[in-house]
């Protein structure tokens, strides 16, 4: 019996992706051409370009996966809310790129940071993806802030923006130079956020 059409739909959107994943770790965003993504998947070019119209959004579809990983682990208001290290740990444990915590993943990253200088085009869908990023930390900070565990003097969006900048700087130590420690980088996060102010 065959698959229902969405499934197969899924199944094809998923080889691409993990093919333009590959061509783009093994030989960097600007040097992989939709050629090489061709070959990678097996597939023809009307096959792909009916799901992706180029580079651009094969990495902004990549990073949105990543993202909607991630909300579906935090987005749930039920319950207690996770520590804001233990957000930072499952930033660095999502299993896609260019979000996990892999070396990899980290210089795929990077990348995607450099091609986005140069594409207005991916600069603005990574705009909205990292806008969703923040709602989805944001919302998280708040249930913090309900619970006094945060100060609500401070928007939530500003603590949200903050953090993300943290793993950024994180993934950007570890795709340079390979060594950032992932549990000395949680100390001293945990260390930052339990500081106090002098009076």
């Not at 783009?24 to 040097?31: D, K, P, Q, S, T």
């Not at 023809?44 to 094969?58: E, P, Q, T």
């Not at 682990?73 to 915590?101: C, H, K, T, W």
């Amino acid at each position: 019996m065959s698959r229902k059409p969405k499934e197969h739909l899924d199944a094809r959107r998923r080889q691409i992706l993990d093919a333009a994943r590959r061509c783009f770790v093994r030989n960097g965003f600007h040097a992989t051409s939709m050629q090489d993504v061709l070959a990678e998947a097996g597939l023809s070019v009307g096959a792909v370009y009916r799901y992706f119209s180029g580079k651009d959004a094969l990495i902004a579809a990549i990073v949105s996966d990543a993202l909607a990983e991630l909300a579906a682990a935090f987005g749930d208001d039920a319950g207690e809310p996770p520590e804001l290290d233990d957000i930072v740990d499952a930033v660095l444990r999502v299993d896609r790129p260019p979000l996990s915590g892999s070396r990899e993943s980290a210089r795929l990253l990077v990348q995607v940071w450099a091609e986005a200088l140069r594409s207005p085009e991916l600069a603005g869908r990574l705009d909205e993806v990292m806008a969703a990023a923040r709602a989805v930390l944001g919302g998280v900070v708040v249930r913090h802030q309900r619970r006094g565990l945060l100060p609500a003097d401070v928007p939530a969006e500003h603590i949200a923006g903050a953090l993300i900048a943290l793993v950024d700087g994180y993934l950007l130590q570890h795709a340079v130079f390979g060594r950032a420690d992932p549990a000395a980088f949680r100390a001293g996060l945990r260390a930052l956020m339990s500081a106090r102010g002098g009076d």
